[in-house]
């Protein structure tokens, strides 16, 4: 069965600094998609980014990079020049590529990122 | 399109007490999920529709857990005989089939007394 690992619960931040969040996964997959999720208090989860792991490139959403180390089964989240509305719980997500038998994502347990003004 | 909408979105009730919700999901989208998110941890799946059939449901779903989306359209989420270990917020999410992105609504957060 396939998980996903955030070690670490609560991540802090100053303001227009940088910060990495840290996943790691484990499947015997070939073909899936990772994501990164915010949760911000009280209000719904939106995507931040997703990376296909066909592709070798990390993928990127303005402020917002991926480490993928595919090898590794690594996919980290740096957040960069961060603002006070990045504060919110960070979910890393994994989907089995297309032709498997679920849809599912599979969460893990989150990552609660505070930025310090 | 306002996203996917659930209702209500807060609910208490009694153990032992049925309750439904209802999730929207945008209107084109064909695929719909139920997630449950307790306290402290990341939403794991309950069940999955592509239109009004139901093609995975999770272990977690027990017998006092039912889904249905007739017509493909809205979703309801009925538990029966609450308890208070399904105290937690219900998910909804919705997709395009061949798109990965699933959107998600704001919740309907239940609480067992």
């Known amino acids: 069965a396939q998980t996903v690992t955030q070690s670490q619960p609560e991540m802090s931040v100053q303001e227009a600094e940088t910060v990495t969040l840290s996943c790691t996964y484990d499947t015997s997959e070939s073909d899936y998609y990772l994501f990164w999720y915010k949760q911000p208090p009280s209000r719904q989860m939106i995507l931040v980014i997703r990376q296909e792991a066909y592709k070798q490139q990390n993928a990127t959403e303005n402020r917002f990079s991926v480490n993928f180390q595919k090898a590794a089964k690594s996919f980290s989240l740096k957040i960069s020049d961060s603002q006070l509305g990045d504060a919110a719980m960070y979910f890393c997500?994994?989907?089995?590529?297309?032709?498997?038998?679920?849809?599912?994502?599979?969460f893990g347990t989150g990552t609660l990122l505070a930025v310090q003004p | 399109d306002t996203g996917v909408s659930q209702n209500p979105r807060h609910k208490i009730t009694k153990r032992g007490q049925n309750v439904t919700f209802r999730c929207d999901p945008i209107?084109?989208?064909?695929?719909l999920y139920w997630y449950r998110q307790t306290l402290g941890q990341g939403p794991e799946f309950l069940t999955y529709f592509q239109n009004e059939a139901q093609l995975e449901k999770s272990r977690l779903l027990s017998d006092r857990f039912s889904a249905e989306r007739p017509k493909g359209s809205f979703s309801t989420l009925e538990i029966q005989r609450t308890e208070q270990g399904d105290s937690a917020m219900y998910l909804c999410a919705s997709s395009l089939e061949g798109e990965s992105e699933q959107y998600f609504g704001p919740g309907t957060r239940l609480t067992v007394t």
């Open positions: 209107s084109e989208h064909n695929r």
């Open positions: 997500a994994y989907r089995r590529g297309y032709g498997g038998a679920t849809n599912k994502l599979i």
